[in-house]
């Protein structure tokens, strides 16, 4: 079993910035892939950016050029730096991790990032 953590959610103003990360625990053998997700209120759960244990990133388009993720100093752990921050990035955002070759995912439980207007 695999526990995930987020951290770093909050207030922030439109234009601010906030780092959100992620430390997983538990029976970790090794790791595929690690990502952030985010739901907003009445939407979908959406892909935000995702990176590879050999270090190849995924963004999503609404995200590009303004977030970065990547993998931390410690071991099974990941961030996700957000830059100029807009309204519609308020969401719970979501740790996911991706053990290799299980087929399995594991979640955090979330994060809320609330930016004002």
């Known amino acids: 079993q695999v526990q995930l953590v987020e951290s770093g959610g909050g207030l922030v103003q439109a234009g601010g910035s906030l780092r959100l990360s992620c430390a997983a625990s538990?029976?970790?053998?090794?790791?595929?892939?690690m990502g952030w997700y985010r739901r907003a209120a009445g939407k979908q759960r959406e892909l935000v950016a995702t990176?590879?244990?050999?270090?190849?990133?995924d963004y999503a388009d609404s995200v590009k050029g303004r977030f970065t993720i990547s993998r931390g100093n410690a071991r099974n752990t990941v961030a996700l730096q957000m830059n100029s921050l807009k309204p519609e990035d308020t969401a719970v955002y979501y740790c996911?991790?991706?053990?290799?070759?299980?087929?399995?995912?594991?979640w955090g439980k979330g994060t809320l990032v609330t930016v004002s207007s």
């Open positions: 990176i590879t244990s050999g270090g190849s990133t």
């Open positions: 996911k991790l991706d053990p290799l070759g299980t087929g399995l995912n594991y």
């Open positions: 538990g029976s970790i053998l090794s790791i595929n892939a």
